[in-house]
């Protein structure tokens, strides 16, 4: 009973907004590990985070139809962008967890994947809290 308990709390907690501990600094800290591929490069230019070009500006990224910016996506992701998603923070920390899960369980394709092989499996929260802060 006791196990049955606890179980169930746990899934309550996990139902809850995945934001409510996000934390914009400990976001900046985390986001080191995606500026290998990432970088945050303002509309006017200025540059926030230097990174790398292999994966998209993430400048914005909250609020933004996903797929939608000058990059060369893969199919899967503008297929996602084609049913009209706008990235918010939920979406953003459940697609950094396994990008490739999160497109095939949005597309409804199970051959979907992503070009984006990092999982951000902790943290996801404080990064996505990060992204909204740089664009605002």
């Given at each position: 009973m006791r196990l049955l308990l606890s179980a169930a709390l746990?899934?309550?907690?996990l139902a809850g907004p995945a934001l409510a501990d996000?934390?914009?600094?400990?976001?900046?800290?985390?986001?080191k590990k995606c500026k290998a591929c990432h970088e945050i490069v303002a509309d006017d230019g200025t540059e926030i985070m230097k990174?790398?070009?292999?994966?998209?500006?993430?400048?914005?990224?909250?609020?933004r139809a996903v797929g939608s910016t000058d990059f060369?996506?893969?199919?899967?992701?503008?297929?996602?962008?084609?049913q009209g998603l706008v990235w918010d923070e939920e979406?953003?920390?459940?697609?950094l967890a396994d990008p490739?899960?999160?497109?095939?369980?949005v597309t409804g394709d199970a051959a979907a994947k992503s070009k984006m092989t990092f999982k951000l499996t902790k943290g996801g929260e404080d990064v996505?809290?990060?992204?909204?802060?740089?664009?605002q």
């Amino acid at each position: 009973m006791r196990l049955l308990l606890s179980a169930a709390l746990a899934a309550a907690a996990l139902a809850g907004p995945a934001l409510a501990d996000g934390d914009a600094a400990k976001g900046e800290n985390e986001f080191k590990k995606c500026k290998a591929c990432h970088e945050i490069v303002a509309d006017d230019g200025t540059e926030i985070m230097k990174g790398g070009k292999t994966g998209p500006n993430l400048y914005g990224v909250i609020g933004r139809a996903v797929g939608s910016t000058d990059f060369n996506y893969g199919d899967s992701i503008k297929a996602a962008g084609e049913q009209g998603l706008v990235w918010d923070e939920e979406m953003l920390v459940a697609y950094l967890a396994d990008p490739k899960a999160w497109l095939q369980e949005v597309t409804g394709d199970a051959a979907a994947k992503s070009k984006m092989t990092f999982k951000l499996t902790k943290g996801g929260e404080d990064v996505a809290a990060y992204l909204a802060s740089v664009a605002q």
